[in-house]
């Protein structure tokens, strides 16, 4: 049980496309005069490159997207802070904006962290179509994911065998099989990533992102960030203030809570889901929730079976119930699942926790929750012990009885025994100076609370951190069916707009 990725549209994630690139025709962009010499604050920078954009080639997993799209690859430092050592190669995708009035490049990243931009962002166009008249849509593989490095700290026979692993452990035996198996896992990213595990981190990344703007040949940088993807945003305006040009940032995570604190944000934010789902069923949340936790401890003392021959485990039932609170429109699948779960039969959970985990019927399994682990233990220097985490269990189980244990025992395993330490206790997101930023924030979001919202607009000073509400369900408010906040979220971005801080949309 990997902590809940903070991403976007991972109902959707099984049937994205993954593309790679290959730089036989095109050409665009490249970097304005001012910007060939300085790529980040502080510090001397690597000659910013031309990006040879080419048709995007198929994979072994999926085609090639439509001819609307090219692919190119920037080369980017390794390490930051030797500009001029060891490069890595960031895999990018594009497609040109439609219309004569272009305003730029908007550069997309969809949360984790370690989605997947480049497979992501064909599946994402028509939601941002308006966009496109104006913009070039964009987006790329961060650095140890996917086309960019991609670090995968276990192959799909050793994945599936952690599975039987008890992540909410009730004996002595089962703590020990589950932070050795925490530790392997840390082993297995070390030897995969080499010294890359050691530049993955979210500053890394933000500084990669100004030399995408300047390759794109961009004075200013306009951005789309969903979930993590907010975060994100948020460490670039910090460090580049002044190349903050239109950002908007929808599905916030919150940049004042510690590794801890994300971790009871988000067993708030999903037990608020769950109680949302069994309201909308004409359910009471306290007894639909109870009802739900102890099937969850029946499971735990005998799995269900299920058509293909393997066992539903308490942690599989407990990430199928996660993956369709992250949008309301999966609500009827859940309810399905849970029914044949109470008659015996685990199938229907099982499919929602393998769509969650990224297995197909091969089973082989996407790294998403890899390159998040690796990404997030580089960021956050926070390691509760064993010992700690089992002390703040009461805490956790007394906030979700269907979640807290999942995440309470979480925040000691997930970067247990990690092989690098960890860079700070929270992200320095403040931006003075900046331009205003858009900070979207959904009332029912389970895995980035609202409240997170509003923290990060503080975070971003008075004046930049401008806040949109809307009063809906699901992890992400825009294209989420929303015309109030899909037509203001335009307006900021096609045109310049900045609505009232505080607008809601109901």
Known sequence: MARFVRGAALGVAAALLATGCSGDDSSGG?????????????????????????????????????RDWQCATLKAPLDWSKPDGDTIDLALIRAKATGDDRIGSLLFNFGGPGGSGVSTLPAYAGTASQLRER??????????????????????KEIQAAESIDVTPDTAAEEEAYFQDAADFGKGCAEDAGKLLAHVSTTDTARDMDLMRQALGDDKMHYFGISYGTELGGVYAHLFPDKVGRLTLDAVVDPAADAVGHAENQTRGFQRALDDYLKDRGEDPEQGTREIADLLERIDAEPLPTSSGRKLTQTLA???????????????????????????DGTALLALADGYNERDPSGHYG???????????????????????????????????????????????????????????????????????????????????????????????EGIGVVLTWEGAGHGAYGSGSSCVDSTVNAYLLEGRVPEDGKVCS
Not at 135 to 156: E, H, M, N, T
Not at 370 to 382: P, Y
């Open 30 to 66: 490249g970097p304005s005069p001012d910007d060939r010499s300085s790529a980040s604050r502080g510090g001397s920078a690597p000659v910013v490159p031309e990006l040879d954009w080419g048709r995007c080639r198929a994979t072994d997993d999926a085609p090639a997207p439509g």
């Open 135 to 156: 913009y070039d849509l964009v987006s790329w593989d961060p650095r140890g994911v996917g086309a960019s490095g991609g670090i995968r700290c276990r192959d799909d």
């Open 318 to 344: 407990v990430t199928g119930i996660v993956l369709p609170l992250y949008s309301e429109s999966s609500w009827p699948t859940l309810t399905s699942a849970l029914e044949a779960a109470e008659q015996g």
């Open 367 to 461: 790294t998403t929750t890899h390159s998040q682990r690796v990404i997030s233990c580089l960021d956050d220097k926070q390691r509760p012990t064993p010992a700690e985490a089992k002390e703040r269990l009461p805490e956790f189980e007394k906030l979700s009885p269907v979640f807290g244990a999942f995440l309470g025992w979480d925040t000691a395993g997930w970067c247990h025994r990690w092989p690098v330490p960890g860079q700070h206790d929270t992200p320095e997101v403040s931006a003075p100076g900046a331009a205003p930023i858009l900070v979207v924030g959904n009332t029912g979001d389970p895995a980035t609370p609202y409240e997170g919202a509003r923290r990060m607009a503080d975070e971003l000073g």
